[in-house]
């Protein structure tokens, strides 16, 4: 149905739908109408209004760009694990990974590290000729594992687990067959999400000895409220 229309102003008469939209409107028609100025409530109401989507927009935007850097970050070290994987079996020698924690004296650059060793002598030292690479992790998602449960529902019971590297002497070699030397799961949890107490955001990557392939898992909170292992397999 057409809109009708006063014939001297041309101010829309139609129903206006959502509160939102209705305050909104009114001010505009209230300018075009040649009604001079808005009355408080009008004005107080947008500015509430604002508030409102103002507030939500920064609590969805923290969430999620927390929810990215997270996903980001774990793939990343499942990535690189995978990487040193498939390279210990193409060059047939072993290779090492080593999660470091560390001051790296720039401020644009993560102090969480993933160290690469080629370790083509098979002597488990970095020796002048072999090569060394590093993978910066994405800054403000360091190595975590806070009070809680494990990916075997465990708390932990060591302080040295609770950095979130759960290898021994934080490092893991990969064989020529693919196989690693140990089994065990590096923890990442997001600096604003553990403020925030957002759990949700936490993220785990494992990895299994005798395939040495890695997984990623994501924290379940509903499990969690209901008692069970609250980790995810992707």
Do not use: Q
Request: charged residues 30%; contains cysteine; positive net charge.
């Amino acid at each position: 149905m057409a809109d009708k229309r006063n014939a001297k102003t041309g101010c829309s008469l139609r129903t206006l739908s959502g509160w939102i939209d209705t305050v909104s409107r009114s001010l505009f028609i209230r300018r075009r109408c040649g009604k001079n100025g808005f009355t408080l409530l009008e004005m107080l109401t947008v500015l509430a209004i604002i508030a409102i989507l103002s507030s939500i927009a920064a609590i969805t935007a923290t969430g999620s760009i927390d929810r990215l850097k997270a996903d980001m970050t774990a793939r990343t070290i499942a990535l690189s694990l995978n990487k040193a994987r498939i390279r210990a079996i193409s060059e047939n020698n072993n290779y090492v990974v080593t999660f470091l924690i560390r001051d790296t004296g720039d401020k644009d650059k993560s102090g969480y590290i993933l160290e690469i060793h080629d370790d083509d002598n098979r002597n488990g030292t970095k020796d002048t000729n072999e090569k060394v690479e590093e993978e910066n992790l994405t800054k403000g998602v360091p190595f975590d594992l806070p009070d809680g449960k494990d990916l075997y529902c465990i708390s932990p019971t060591s302080s040295s687990m609770k950095d979130g590297i759960v290898f021994p002497n934080n490092k893991v070699t990969f064989y020529p067959r693919g196989n690693a030397s140990d089994s065990g799961e590096v923890y990442i949890y997001p600096l604003t999400s553990k403020e925030k107490k957002r759990n949700w955001n936490r993220r785990a990557v494992s990895l299994e000895k005798v395939t040495g392939k890695p997984i990623i898992w994501y924290f379940d909170r509903d499990k969690d409220k209901n008692g069970k292992c609250p980790w995810t397999r992707k």
